[in-house]
C-alpha cells in the first residue's frame, strides 16, 4: 500500500492516524527511552494525544496496538541498541511527515493537524541530533544488528498494519 498516495483521501488519512497511534503505543517507551539518552524531549505520550485529538476530529476510532502483525508485536527486549534501531524508524517517518502533510489534501485532513504541527516542529534538527547521538552509541557489529532488528521490528509492525483492515 502506498501510503503517501492515500492520505490525499480521507479515508486514507484516518487509515494513517490509526497506524501512527498504534505503532506508537507500541514502539513509545523504546522511542522515548533513546530520546532521553540522546538528550532528546521524550515525546510518545505527546504525540499519542495529538493523534488522539486528530482521530477525535476526524470522528476515527484508534485501533488495536496489537493489530495482527505476525511475530511478537512488541519484542521483550530491553537493550539500547534495539531501540536505538526503533527510533531510527520512528525519528525518521518525522522527516517523510512532511510529505505526507502537503498530500493530505483532504478537508477533513485540513481541520486535524495537531500530530503534523508537532511533529514537524524542529524534525531536522531533531533527526540531526539523534543521528550525531547514534554514531556515537551505535558502535559494534552486535550493536548495530540489534539497531538494524528495531528497525525491522518498526517496519514489520507498519506493513503488517497496513496490510489489515482497519475496522476493529
Known amino acids: 500500500m502506498e501510503v503517501a498516495a492515500?492520505?490525499?483521501?480521507?479515508?486514507?488519512?484516518?487509515?494513517f492516524l490509526r497506524v501512527m497511534h498504534a505503532t506508537l503505543a507500541n514502539f513509545g517507551a523504546e522511542l522515548d527511552a533513546t530520546a532521553r539518552a540522546a538528550d532528546l524531549a521524550a515525546r510518545s505520550e505527546t504525540l499519542l494525544g495529538l493523534i488522539e485529538v486528530d482521530l477525535a476530529?476526524?470522528?476515527?476510532?484508534?485501533?488495536?496496538?496489537?493489530?495482527?502483525?505476525?511475530g511478537p508485536v512488541r519484542p521483550n527486549v530491553a537493550d539500547a541498541p534495539f531501540g536505538a534501531g526503533v527510533a531510527y524508524a520512528l525519528e525518521g517517518s518525522s522527516l517523510g511527515?512532511?510529505?505526507?502533510?502537503?498530500?493530505?489534501?483532504?478537508?477533513?485532513?485540513?481541520?486535524?493537524?495537531a500530530y503534523f504541527d508537532t511533529v514537524l516542529t524542529g524534525r531536522r534538527d531533531r533527526w540531526h541530533r539523534y543521528c550525531t547521538w547514534l554514531d556515537n552509541?551505535?558502535?559494534?557489529?552486535?550493536?548495530?544488528?540489534?539497531?538494524?532488528?528495531?528497525?525491522?521490528?518498526v517496519f514489520t509492525y507498519v506493513n503488517g498494519c497496513l496490510r489489515q483492515p482497519l475496522d476493529r
Do not use: C, H, I, Q
Open 97 to 113: 511527515a512532511e510529505v505526507l502533510r502537503r498530500r493530505a489534501t483532504d478537508a477533513e485532513a485540513k481541520r486535524s493537524t
Open 57 to 70: 476530529a476526524t470522528a476515527t476510532p484508534a485501533v488495536d496496538p496489537g493489530l495482527g502483525v505476525v
Open 6 to 15: 492515500d492520505v490525499a483521501a480521507a479515508d486514507g488519512y484516518r487509515r
Open 137 to 153: 552509541a551505535v558502535r559494534t557489529d552486535e550493536d548495530r544488528r540489534a539497531a538494524a532488528r528495531g528497525a525491522k521490528a
